[in-house]
């Protein structure tokens, strides 16, 4: 019992290191190569991530990606923080993976080291993550995009997956979300064409929810951050995990699991101070509990 405590003791030392660690990482920025990290809006309660590999419009290397990763992994740690955006340049969101990495990969290599499986981060954060997309959104740029719970997009933007020009297909995703997202016909066409989509046919087609002139787009994207931020951090969850669920389960089975996460936000003090706050007509102070 002795030995389970000290080594319960030693793991939550590790986790608070780490987790200064963390705060240290985005305060400053600095042993980022790739990305840049911190915090906005009035509350400092949304994580921003902006991919800075300029001169190869954020193609998607392997260290950028693991980058990506820690970020989220920080912000997640945050208390803080209740949405995070993640952002390109104006000229580029991310032109895909990056293909000078992959050019000689061999099958033995990918398949061995299961290549790309570190992606999945982005979608298995539980805060929820805005992608802000200005300029290209392309092969693992769009899904990297897709992998995000709301997709804004710059009235510049161009979505595509052009891998068949390569000699390959989507790997990250793309030809599952994409599908869901936009329906088979489009899919289908962006996919084995490799021809991109604007803004505002992504916007027609369900992909995006909705464009802004280029030099707003951060700044609404961050409003939006703000706007989620402010709700119950663990009622907020419990919707994301709601929506995502309509993408795994059967009607009957993602209504079930809807009505037991609603049943649950009863036993949380934030779904009663909600209630009572709106009875008393004043505004809600949730505590995240
Ligand atoms: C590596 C890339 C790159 C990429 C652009 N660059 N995209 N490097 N990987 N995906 C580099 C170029 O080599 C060039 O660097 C610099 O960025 C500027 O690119 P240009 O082509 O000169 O710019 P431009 O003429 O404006 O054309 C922009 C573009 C084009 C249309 C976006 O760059 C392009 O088609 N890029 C590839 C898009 C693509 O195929 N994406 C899918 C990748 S496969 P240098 O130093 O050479 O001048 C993929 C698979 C995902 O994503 C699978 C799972 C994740």
């Known amino acids: ?95 895909g993976a990056d293909i000078k990495e992959m050019q000689n990969r061999t099958f033995q290599e990918c398949y061995s080291g299961n290549f790309l499986s570190h992606w999945n981060k982005v979608s298995t954060v539980k805060k929820p993550v805005i992608a802000a997309v200005n300029g290209f959104a392309l092969g693992g740029g769009c ?19 052009p891998e068949i020009l390569l000699g390959t297909i989507p790997g990250a995703g793309g030809t599952q979300r994409l599908t869901r997202a936009v329906g088979k016909s489009l899919a289908m066409e962006m996919v084995l064409t490799g021809d991109r989509v604007s803004a505002q046919e992504a916007k027609q087609s369900g992909l995006v929810s909705k464009v802004f002139p280029i030099d707003q787009l951060v700044p609404e994207a961050i409003k939006c951050g703000e706007k989620i931020a402010a709700h119950s951090k663990i009622i907020v969850a419990m919707g994301k995990e709601a929506v995502n669920a ?31 706050a709106f009875v008393e007509k004043r505004k809600a102070s949730f505590q995240d509990k």
Not at 71 to 90: H, K, M, P, R
Not at 257 to 269: C, G, I, P, Q, Y
């Open 1 to 95: 019992m002795a030995m389970f405590f000290r080594s319960a003791s030693l793991v939550v030392r590790q986790a608070t290191a780490l987790s200064l660690a963390g705060a240290r990482r985005y305060s400053t920025g600095a042993p980022y190569q790739y990305i840049l990290v911190e915090k906005k809006g009035e509350k400092q309660d949304v994580g921003f991530i902006q991919l800075n590999r300029p001169k190869a419009l954020n193609a998607l290397c392997d260290g950028l990606m693991k980058e990506v990763s820690q970020a989220l992994d920080a912000f997640e740690e945050d208390s803080q923080v209740g949405a995070i955006v993640i952002t390109g340049s104006e000229k580029a969101f991310a032109a």
């Open 143 to 161: 899904e990297l995009a897709m992998m995000c719970d709301i997709i804004y997009a710059g009235e510049k933007a161009q979505f595509g997956q």
């Open 246 to 276: 309509a993408f795994e389960l059967t009607l009957t089975e993602g209504n079930r699991l809807e009505k037991r996460l609603f049943h649950s936000t009863f036993a949380t003090d934030d779904r009663k101070e909600g209630m009572t």
